[in-house]
Structures are given as structure tokens and as C-alpha cells.
């Protein structure tokens, strides 16, 4: 197999082996646990200087400087450590995500943009792909020139709260929170479809006693157990072969009050878009406004993008 720029992943040998190295996780650890008064006094010492960077624009010049390599770092680790691929370096990373790219842009799957062809099998199948090795590299670098993703939404999660990523992929929200608020004593969950991105998230998360990871199988439109205070589904809701049924699935899981920040682009179902989130779209949308308020963002059914937005579980 060629280990630098034609990988080629197993997804399920990966996972499988995955399995039986991880750690099983603690439904009631929280975020904050083991900290103490100094650890959450510094925890927030270290968000604030790194909300300094980010604000004044430092910290992407530093990473585009190749000065701020840390996101770099952990990412070899998975790259040749995990996956054990040849070691890379910086130009490298650039290249080999021009490289995988241009795979990418051939994704083409009937049985997503044909709903008389789609499956739950078939659309995991299309997940599974070597040409989503891209993936890997463009959500990493995202992270790193963005590492407080969850910031805008911080208002609507609420400390000592119970937080779900839906179709979390490498979980920007959860690293986000898990590595610069761990003194809002959070308990994290992420979910997706079992793929690439899902174990390199599994592999960051795999000290975090307080991040639970599940995987969403074929079939299984209501995966969340127990109640939630805060569901992030960011870049996800277009790609579902069935959109409805999952956000009836958030409005059960959310606790009275409990907030769902989710977006819905409105795509031509090409690529990993689906035919059937398309045709959903406008009803689902429906749903969200008959069953929540919108108290952040503007979500309307003229088919238009709906960008970020927050509704409140009434």
C-alpha cells in the first residue's frame, strides 16, 4: 500500500482494532473533573490569551507562517503513529491535501443523488471511500485556523450542561470545547457514521474520560441516549438520507428549554449531498419552526441557505 499520497484506508479493520484499545468512557465524567480551583483558574487564563490571538487575527498569521505548529504535531501523530503512514512535514501536509483534493472532486455516487438507488449501506459505503481521505487534512487545518469553534454558541451552553456533536466528523465543536472549557464541568458527546473521520476524532478524544463517542449505524435514525441541554448538527443535516426523522430525534433528546445550533445548506445533491436531504428539506426546515423558537440566526422555507442558526426546544 502506498502510505503517502495514494492511502488507501481499511475503515472497518481500523475501527475494529480501534475498539479494542480504547478505553471505555464515563457517561457521568465531566470536563472539569480533577481540575481544581488553580486548574479552572488557568483553563480560562488560557482561553482568554488564545481569544487574544484569535480576535486580533495573530493566530491564523502564525499558523499560515508555519510558526504555530502544535495542530501539525498532534496530526503526524495520527497520520504515521495511528494510521502508519509515512512521516510528514509541513510542505508535505500542503501537498498531500492538494493531492487527495483533486481525488475528491471525482466523488460521484448515484445511489446519494438517486433516492431510488439509496441505502443506509450504500450511503455508508460512499463515506468510506479512500477518496474522503481528504477529509483528514482540510477539516485539521479548518481546526487549527478556527480552534474556538465553539465560542459564538458558548451563551447557549449552559455550565455543568450535557453537549451532543451530531455528525460531529473530526468534532470541531467538541475539541473546541473539550480542550478550552473544561472548567464549564461539561459532559461531551460526539456521533457519526463510522468512518475515517470518526476514528481520528475517537483517537483525539482517546484520554478524555468525559467525551462519549458513538458511532450512528445503518438504520438507526435516533441514536442520542438519555437527555441533552445543547445538540450541535453543523454540516451535517444535507447529507442525512432521512433529515426529518433525526430532528424529531434532537427535539425528544433536548431537555425542556435545551438548544439545537444547527445550519441546512441548500445544495443540488451532488457529491456527499443527498437527493433525499434535498426533497426533505423544506418540511424539515418546517418542522424546526412548528416545534422551535429561532432565537439566534434566520431560518425561513423560501429555499434559501440557512446559515448557523439557534432554536430554542419550546
Not at 54 to 65: C, E, P
Not at 67 to 79: G, I, K, N, S
Not at 121 to 135: C, F, I, M, Q, S
Not at 197 to 220: C, E, S
Request: net charge neutral; aromatic share 10%; with cysteine.
Amino acid at each position: 500500500m502506498n502510505l503517502y499520497d495514494d492511502f488507501q484506508p481499511d475503515i472497518a479493520t481500523l475501527l475494529a482494532a480501534q475498539d479494542a484499545r480504547l478505553p471505555a468512557p464515563d457517561p457521568e465524567a465531566r470536563s472539569g473533573d480533577g481540575l481544581g480551583r488553580l486548574g479552572a483558574f488557568l483553563s480560562v487564563a488560557r482561553l482568554y490569551a488564545l481569544g487574544a490571538l484569535v480576535t486580533s487575527g495573530l493566530h491564523r498569521r502564525l499558523v499560515y507562517a508555519n510558526l504555530r505548529l502544535d495542530w501539525l504535531r498532534e496530526f503526524q501523530e495520527y497520520w504515521s503513529g495511528e494510521l502508519g503512514c509515512r512521516p510528514i512535514q509541513p510542505f508535505e501536509f500542503y501537498h498531500l491535501a492538494g493531492v487527495y483534493r483533486q481525488r475528491l472532486q471525482t466523488v460521484h455516487f448515484e445511489s446519494l443523488s438517486n433516492p431510488e438507488l439509496a441505502s443506509d449501506d450504500r450511503h455508508l459505503e460512499a463515506w468510506r471511500d479512500p477518496r474522503t481521505v481528504h477529509y483528514l487534512f482540510n477539516h485539521t487545518y479548518r481546526l487549527a485556523l478556527a480552534p474556538l469553534r465553539a465560542h459564538p454558541y458558548v451563551r447557549w451552553i449552559p455550565r455543568g450542561g450535557r453537549i451532543a456533536e451530531y455528525g460531529c466528523g473530526a468534532a470541531p465543536i467538541l475539541t473546541s470545547l473539550a480542550r478550552h472549557y473544561r472548567h464549564l464541568q461539561l459532559r461531551l458527546v460526539g456521533l457519526d457514521i463510522p468512518h475515517l473521520l470518526f476514528h481520528h476524532a475517537r483517537w483525539k478524544f482517546r484520554h478524555d474520560r468525559f467525551v462519549t463517542m458513538l458511532p450512528v449505524l445503518p438504520g438507526n435514525d435516533a441514536p442520542l441516549p438519555g437527555a441533552y441541554d445543547t445538540i450541535f448538527c453543523l454540516e451535517v443535516l444535507e447529507h442525512l438520507p432521512r433529515p426529518i426523522p433525526v430532528l424529531q430525534h434532537f427535539h425528544r433528546a433536548l431537555r425542556p428549554g435545551g438548544h439545537l445550533v444547527f445550519d441546512y445548506i441548500r445544495s443540488d445533491a451532488v457529491g456527499f449531498d443527498t437527493a433525499s436531504a434535498l426533497r426533505d428539506r423544506l418540511p424539515a426546515l418546517q418542522f424546526v419552526l412548528d416545534h422551535f423558537d429561532i432565537v439566534h440566526g434566520r431560518v425561513t422555507t423560501d429555499g434559501s441557505h440557512v446559515e448557523p442558526a439557534v432554536a430554542r426546544k419550546r
